[in-house]
Each structure stands twice: as C-alpha cells, then as structure tokens.
C-alpha cells in the first residue's frame, strides 16, 4: 500500500492520478475531510489524518512508502509520521512550500539519531502539480539519496540521481 496525506488537495490529487496512469491500485488516502470525491481514482481506503498513525501500526506489514503532500500537516504530525518510518522501516518524503517550513524540519532532523532508511523533502513552491507528480514518482523508485531536494531550476541533485525531465 502506498500511503498519501493531502490526496484531495493539488499536489496530492496530481500523485494519485500518476499512480493510477501507472496502474497502481493499493492506494491508502488520510485527508482533513473525507469528500467522497475521487471515484475514479483506485483507493483502497479513505483515512482521517488523525486516524492514519494508529492505522499505520496496525497495518505497517502491508505498507511500502508514505508520501506526506498535505499542505495541512503541522511540524508534529509530520514528525510523527517520521518517527513511524523509521519504526516500520518505511520510505517517508514530505513536501513543503516555504523556506521556513524546510528549515525548522531540517533543523529537527540533524538533532536525530535515526533517520528512514529513505526519506526526501521536497520544495514545490511553484511547482506545475503534474511536473510535482512525476518527481514524487521518481523519487519512489530511485531511494539511493536521502535528503532536500528544490525543484526549483535547475534541480541539481534530481538530475544528479537521474531525473530526466
């Protein structure tokens, strides 16, 4: 299952049509309100965010990657989602808009000891949401190099690790 937060939003919305073009169907959704408005996309389950942690422990074998792309996730809860990756030994990337945003996490993230075995922050400010969408999917199947990266040009370390758009 592939876990996404902010399913209903812009960035989120653009992922899940991606995943769903690419003919992936184990789709797991945790959003603020649940609008019943994704019927042609293939979610297995619609989660409330406050429900997705306790969800995430009881069904952590059967997870493969959470995508955090709510732009309604505070500093904590993503925290939060971060402790459980590393708990359940999941990949974790979180999306941000705005400079302060990465460097309040970055800086909580140098204070740990652990980290996911694979974790991204990705900058979208700006971003065209399919353009975000094709990072993400990128991003899911090429894991060799945790860390920040801006999608702003010219996108250095994505091109580094191989992104070719």
Same mark, same amino acid.
């Given at each position: 299952?592939?876990?996404?937060? =902010?399913?209903?939003?812009?960035?989120?919305?653009? /992922?899940?049509?991606?995943?769903?073009? #690419?003919?992936?169907?184990?789709?797991?959704?945790?959003?603020?309100?649940?609008?019943?408005?994704? #019927?042609?996309?293939?979610? +297995?389950?619609?989660?409330?965010?406050?429900?997705?942690?306790?969800?995430?422990?009881?069904?952590?074998?059967?997870? *493969?990657?959470?995508?955090?792309?709510? %732009?309604?996730?505070?500093?904590?809860?993503?925290?939060?989602?971060?402790?459980?990756?590393?708990?359940?030994?999941?990949?974790?990337?979180?999306? /941000?808009? !705005?400079? %302060? !945003?990465?460097?309040?996490?970055?800086?909580?993230?140098? *204070? *740990?000891?652990?980290?996911?075995? /694979?974790?991204? =922050?990705?900058?979208? !400010?700006?971003? $065209?949401?399919?353009? $975000?969408? #094709?990072?993400?999917?990128?991003?899911?199947?090429?894991?060799?190099? +945790?860390?920040?990266?801006?999608?702003?040009?010219?996108?250095?370390?994505?091109?580094?690790? =191989?992104? *070719?758009?």
């Amino acid at each position: 299952m592939i876990i996404i937060t =902010g399913a209903s939003e812009l960035y989120g919305s653009a /992922f899940i049509k991606k995943l769903t073009t #690419e003919e992936y169907g184990d789709i797991v959704t945790a959003d603020t309100d649940l609008r019943d408005d994704m #019927e042609n996309k293939r979610i +297995s389950a619609r989660l409330r965010l406050d429900d997705l942690p306790q969800w995430i422990k009881d069904n952590q074998l059967y997870v *493969q990657f959470i995508f955090c792309l709510s %732009e309604k996730s505070d500093l904590d809860y993503i925290q939060k989602l971060w402790r459980l990756s590393i708990e359940y030994g999941l990949p974790f990337v979180y999306t /941000f808009s !705005s400079d %302060e !945003s990465i460097n309040n996490f970055n800086n909580w993230i140098q *204070q *740990q000891e652990r980290q996911p075995y /694979f974790w991204a =922050g990705v900058k979208l !400010s700006k971003t $065209a949401p399919e353009e $975000a969408a #094709e990072v993400l999917y990128f991003l899911m199947h090429n894991r060799k190099d +945790s860390g920040i990266y801006d999608l702003a040009p010219p996108a250095k370390k994505l091109k580094d690790g =191989g992104f *070719q758009k």
